[in-house]
T-cell receptor
Framework: GNSVTQMEGPVTLSEEAFLTINCTYT??????LFWYVQYPGEGLQLLLKATKADDKGSNKGFEATYRKETTSFHLEKGSVQVSDSAVYFCALSDPGNTGKLIFGQGTTLQVKP | DAGVTQSPTHLIKTRGQQVTLRCSPK?????VSWYQQALGQGPQFIFQ???????QRGNFPDRFSGHQFPNYSSELNVNALWLGDSALYLC???????????????FGPGTRLTVL
């Protein structure tokens, strides 16, 4: 079945460091891919998305490229801030585009000043 | 433009009780999905409602049921609660009718259910 695997956390970085959070997926067909962010005590916010191979999603300095050949959608940011501390979820929507999302287990990011 | 809203924010129940959670979708959205997020885990899909009918369902028992109203708002009902139902319940809305392309979901803040 369809699934998403994320790198385990927590990831601890100093402010202004480079961030990579790995995400790989297994899916039949061509799913859309997402990154959601969850701040403490809150729901999920859509961070970025990509709908087809080689698409690059970007928002607030974060980027991720849909790599079909490696079935990956790694999240990157060139310079993290303390305010980026949160849990990040990689997700895919089923290729039938019904809207159902399948999530990874989440990666906690802690940024220290 | 109000986003997705959920009520209540927190809820405490005892084993065997029943609970009803509520969700109002984002303006212009007609589809509501419910997810269960256990502590330290990613959200798990429960079911999705569109045009007042359950459109698809995840791997959850019949104790979990729902409803969608003509104004597109939705309820999630859980019967015979047990300790393992303690979780954050998230509602997400999207627009299906007339949508072209990606059916992106937007999430509410969630309801934290604790079963004692």
């Amino acid at each position: 079945g369809n699934s998403v695997t994320q790198m385990e956390g927590p990831v601890t970085l100093s402010e202004e460091a480079f961030l990579t959070i790995n995400c790989t997926y297994t899916a039949t067909g061509y799913p859309s891919l997402f990154w959601y962010v969850q701040y403490p005590g809150e729901g999920l916010q859509l961070l970025l998305k990509a709908t087809k191979a080689d698409d690059k999603g970007s928002n607030k300095g974060f980027e991720a490229t849909y790599r079909k050949e490696t079935t990956s959608f790694h999240l990157e940011k060139g310079s993290v801030q303390v305010s980026d501390s949160a849990v990040y979820f990689c997700a895919l929507s089923d290729p039938g585009n019904t809207g159902k999302l399948i999530f990874g287990q989440g990666t906690t990011l802690q940024v220290k000043p | 433009d109000a986003g997705v809203t959920q009520s209540p924010t927190h809820l405490i129940k005892t084993r065997g009780q029943q609970v009803t959670l509520r969700c109002s979708p984002k303006s212009g959205h007609d589809t509501v999905s419910w997810y269960q997020q256990a502590l330290g885990q990613g959200p798990q899909f429960i079911f999705q409602y569109y045009e007042e009918e359950e459109r698809q369902r995840g791997n959850f028992p019949d104790r979990f049921s729902g409803h969608q109203f003509p104004n597109y708002s939705s309820e999630l009902n859980v019967n015979a609660l047990w300790l393992g139902d303690s979780a954050l319940y998230l509602c997400a809305s999207s627009r299906l009718r007339g949508a072209k392309g990606l059916n992106t979901q937007y999430f509410g803040p969630g309801t934290r259910l604790t079963v004692l």
